[in-house]
């Protein structure tokens, strides 16, 4: 790869970790992690994949949009991003405290109608709100990575978008894979009792949506003693997680592994039986 492109793909993977989306991988990981408990191995390990592939596709097309509608002139769009991030953050904290507390949503068609969406488009979507609590402070590297300025054009199809997508999916599916893979192990190994790890997906929910909403909303609102705390330490940890994907890992060994695990997947898939 050119330069730029190794550019382009790290910025991708450091992307998935940026300080304002940090939480949202914690959630992805539980949602892998309790997804389709009585799934085989060699299924989930296949659905893993897909997922991940399919939350890469909807955070850089939210960086797309993004960039799309800065390029218009529509420079509101920053200053909304913060209410559509506290927004988020509190979608999130009660979803997971449905999950966590296995509350019972009433039969509704609203309701059935977003079951069903969230199972056929489910990685998608959060790839979107991935990427739309990540866009306050990682929309700059990614213009920067695909050679765009604020009045510059957008091109989904030029070469430095398509390393930025291959950066975040080699992060998205890896940790999908690992999630899938320790779920089947975790729910093997506790009697396959039902429940349990979407009680687990339930609290990692629940405190991604809580550091987001705080996160963002330091934006917004006065800062505490005790909220200063929260975001050192989540800013901790994600400039950790950067470090180790930029300069331990680097963009050979991720997308060396992203490439491997495809036809892996598809050998495992064949001896399932």
């Not at 970790?17 to 990981?29: E, R, S, Y």
């Not at 979608?91 to 969406?117: E, H, N, Q, W, Y």
């Not at 994600?238 to 490439?259: D, K, W």
């Amino acid at each position: 790869m050119t330069p730029a492109l190794v550019f382009a793909f790290t910025a991708g993977a450091v992307a998935t970790v940026n300080p304002c989306g940090f939480a949202m991988l914690p959630v992805w990981f539980a949602r892998q992690l309790a997804g389709r408990e009585n799934d085989a191995a060699p299924v989930r390990l296949m659905r893993a994949i897909a997922a991940g592939f399919g939350a890469a596709l909807g955070f850089v097309a939210t960086f797309g949009l993004a960039a799309l509608v800065l390029g218009s002139g529509a420079l509101w769009l920053g200053f909304a991003l913060k209410y559509i991030g506290v927004a988020l953050g509190l979608v999130l904290i009660v979803a997971g405290t449905v999950t966590l507390f296995a509350i019972p949503l009433p039969r509704l068609l609203v309701v059935d109608k977003c079951r069903s969406a969230t199972e056929r488009y489910g990685a998608v979507g959060f790839g979107v709100s991935y990427g739309v609590v990540s866009l306050t402070c990682s929309l700059p590297v990614f213009m920067g990575s695909v050679g765009l300025s604020i009045v510059g054009g957008f091109n989904p199809l030029s070469s430095g978008t398509f390393a930025f997508l291959a950066g975040a999916a080699s992060v998205l599916v890896l940790v999908s894979v690992l999630a899938a893979a320790l779920g089947t192990g975790v729910f093997t190994a506790i009697g396959r009792r039902q429940g349990v790890l979407r009680r687990v997906a339930g609290a990692l929910t629940l405190l991604a949506g809580a550091y987001i909403a705080i996160y963002l909303g330091q934006l917004l609102f006065a800062q505490a003693p005790w909220m200063r705390a929260i975001l050192d330490t989540g800013g901790y940890w994600a400039a950790m997680a950067s470090r180790a994907i930029s300069e331990i890992a680097g963009p050979r060994v991720l997308l060396f592994l992203l490439l491997a695990t495809v036809p892996l997947a598809w050998i495992a898939w064949k001896k399932k039986g």
